[in-house]
């Protein structure tokens, strides 16, 4: 019997919530989520509740927490051995965990400019160098892990699995802001968005009525970054 509890905020712009509870979600154990308004002050009443560091995602099993997005991950891998998580083989393994990493420290222009939005639409910006540079990062890290690794699904390494939960929501984001891929890249965004965890997330942030304001940007941007 499964006591698995994560904590999350707006599905419509939480990045990092996304990332825990597609974790949670390949589980394939039951589990219970609650939702936290960000930018609220009942965010910050609630979340001393569960977390430590008062941030989502945080996923509660009985009597153990845990928080942060990659350790959260981490967690699931240990509580569900079974569902495939990371290659085994070592080069893709090494390059999967390298790829896993470089996501959860860096790509800051990206993240700062580009906040995922569920609800938004956007086309025909132009990009500061330090976005772009980081766009162009992810793009050739689709490509690359499609052509060595992705043999035997549409994902980067096949199956769906643990960096591709890391991506999810970069892959949202480039919908979002209507950025122009590779073929092979825009296959893969493709496929996240046909993935059935990722499409209930996304079709239960429509139903979602709060605005996060430091996320949600003008409606005639022309420019990121």
Partial sequence: MSD???IIANKTYSSWSLRGWLAVEHTGLPFEEIILELDTPSFYEEIVKYSPAKRVPTLLDGDAAVWDSAAI???CARISPEKFWWPTDRNAYAHARSIFNEMHAGFTDLRSHMPMNLA???SGLTTSEGVEKDIRRVEHIFKDCRARFGA???FLFGN???TDMMY???ASRLVTYGIALDPAAQAYVDAIH???AFKRWKAEATTENSVVAI???AADITHLG
């Fill in 4 to 6: 698995l509890k994560i």
């Fill in 120 to 122: 938004g639409k956007w």
């Fill in 160 to 162: 769906f699995s643990a």
């Fill in 168 to 170: 999810t929501p970069v």
């Fill in 152 to 154: 035997g699904g549409d």
């Fill in 194 to 196: 046909a993935y059935p």
């Fill in 215 to 217: 996320d949600d940007l």
């Fill in 73 to 75: 991950i981490d967690y």
